[in-house]
């Protein structure tokens, strides 16, 4: 359209994946040519990386080899997943439980509204990839911090609640000892909200104000005692079929991943509790990219396409 509208020239979609394909090839040589080595981390720094999937909606031949047969009721799916990886740096920034308790759920009521003062994270590194496997992607993320010394200061590891990527995580980051694995506050909040919205009508102040209790609650590390709480209250209530159900799946989200909700000390030492870089890279690397209205892809076109992604030293 951009082309047609300022030169008056039109160039059909298969031009469009040729010269995408054909140009993806110089992209590594380019940015190993034009990334200096990144600054050294501060004394105070720490390293964290992150992992999330994205799905990518794919043609209809590719979409017909993601699952050749369907179980009863299942539709066939049209999204291959993408994993988008990240690493960066930050200067750690200590938070008590009601700040950020009072920031994610009543962030209109924040005294100081001026732009925080804390430092941006450094030295970010983007990974992310349709056709390889997941673990490869992780496994040039990791290419990044080996040679850092995690002695004295931990990796930290920030990601949803998706099992298979913590699997993957673990075996691929097995020799770095020294690590810290955090579950995202915001996927945490939306599980609150679940219930909340059970309990009490949506939009009102008396959600709100149940929300900030019990994240507050999780974020002083008393997580065993919220899923108590909610085991009494889903035997004790007179609730519908569909509510008992969203009672037992919070419950056994919170139980699933409670070792990695220790925020009373993730809080204390500084570190980041929330996924946001690399779900903004979701958002901005692959969504803004693939997921456009009427968009289709086919894996080679994928690749090309997430090669030329800046900020970063290699994309696949």
């Known amino acids: 359209m951009l082309l047609k509208k300022f030169f008056n020239v039109k160039l059909s979609v298969s031009a469009l994946e040729t010269i995408s394909n054909a140009s993806s090839i110089c992209y590594e040589d380019y940015y190993d040519l034009k990334n200096t080595l990144p600054k050294p981390p501060k004394e105070g720094d720490v390293t964290v990386v992150s992992f999330d999937g994205k799905g990518v909606p794919m043609i209809k031949k590719e979409a017909s080899k993601i699952k050749g047969r369907q179980g009863k009721g299942e539709k066939r799916q049209k999204k291959k997943e993408s994993l988008v990886g990240v690493k960066y740096?930050?200067?750690p920034h200590i938070r008590t439980a009601e700040e950020v308790a009072n920031n994610l759920v009543f962030p209109e009521k924040r005294e100081n509204k001026q732009k925080s003062?804390?430092?941006?994270?450094?030295?970010i590194r983007y990974i992310a990839s349709v056709e390889r496997p997941k673990k490869e992607v992780m496994e040039e993320i990791k290419k990044e911090v080996k040679n850092e010394n995690f002695n004295t200061k931990p990796l930290i590891c920030?990601?949803?609640g998706a099992k298979y990527i913590w699997d993957i995580l673990s075996d691929v980051f097995k020799d770095i000892k020294n690590k810290v694995l955090i579950l995202d506050i915001i996927h945490v909040l939306e599980y609150i909200w679940l219930i909340a919205h059970?309990?009490?009508k949506e939009g009102s102040e008396e959600s709100k104000q149940y929300v900030y209790e019990k994240l507050l609650m999780i974020l002083k590390g008393k997580v065993v005692s919220y899923i108590m709480e909610l085991h009494k209250d889903m035997l004790q209530g007179n609730w519908k079929k569909s509510q008992r159900e969203k009672f037992s799946?919070?419950?056994t989200y919170l139980k699933n991943h409670k070792q990695y909700m220790k925020y009373n000390q993730y809080l204390s030492m500084g570190y980041p509790i929330g996924s946001g870089?690399?779900?903004g890279a979701c958002k901005f690397v692959v969504g803004k990219r693939f997921k456009n209205s009427g968009m289709r892809w086919k894996k080679a076109d994928n690749e090309a396409v997430l090669d030329?992604?800046?900020t970063r030293k290699k994309i696949h």
Request: avoid cysteine; aromatic fraction near 4%; glycine fraction near 0%.
């Open 277 to 279: 870089m690399v779900e």
């Open 308 to 310: 030329d992604v800046p």
């Open 117 to 123: 003062k804390r430092e941006k994270a450094q030295n």
């Open 89 to 91: 740096t930050i200067t």
């Open 198 to 200: 059970i309990k009490y």
């Open 249 to 251: 799946k919070v419950i």
């Open 158 to 160: 920030v990601m949803d």
